[in-house]
């Protein structure tokens, strides 16, 4: 049974750091896109920051760039994001994906992801 599961959320003030951590489990990881998505309280869920399978492409949503980074450790089927200068904005339920196959240009819908995580909650107070 394939799970992902997140950890590392938590409440921080505004400007602070967190690192989120994923880790999946049932099978290797080492070749699938990996994904964060966050939801807003009373928000559809969005597209955060996404990596490629070898870690050599990443992408992420304009309002995080230069903020947050995301990495992965293949050797430990970990993903991680680098959370910076963290603002009240950035409070949600962060969520891990996983994608086994992805079409070009897709990496940011949801539908292009097989396998989610229960979701970490962030909290950045002002």
């Known amino acids: 049974q394939v799970q992902v599961v997140e950890s590392g959320g938590g409440l921080v003030q505004a400007g602070g750091s967190l690192r989120l951590s994923c880790a999946p489990s049932?099978?290797?990881?080492?070749?699938?896109?990996m994904g964060w998505f966050r939801q807003a309280p009373g928000k559809t869920r969005e597209f955060v920051a996404a990596?490629?399978?070898?870690?050599?492409?990443?992408y992420y949503t304009d309002s995080v760039k230069g903020r947050f980074t995301i990495s992965r450790d293949n050797a430990t089927n970990t993903m991680y994001l680098q959370m910076n200068s963290l603002k009240p904005e950035d409070t949600a339920v962060y969520y891990c994906?996983?994608?086994?196959?992805?079409?070009?240009?897709?990496?940011?819908?949801?539908?292009?992801?097989?396998?989610w995580g229960q979701g970490t909650q962030v909290t950045v107070s002002s």
């Open positions: 994906a996983a994608a086994p196959f992805l079409a070009p240009g897709t990496y940011s819908s949801m539908g292009s992801y097989r396998y």
């Open positions: 049932g099978r290797t990881f080492s070749t699938y896109t």
């Open positions: 990596i490629s399978w070898s870690g050599g492409r990443t």
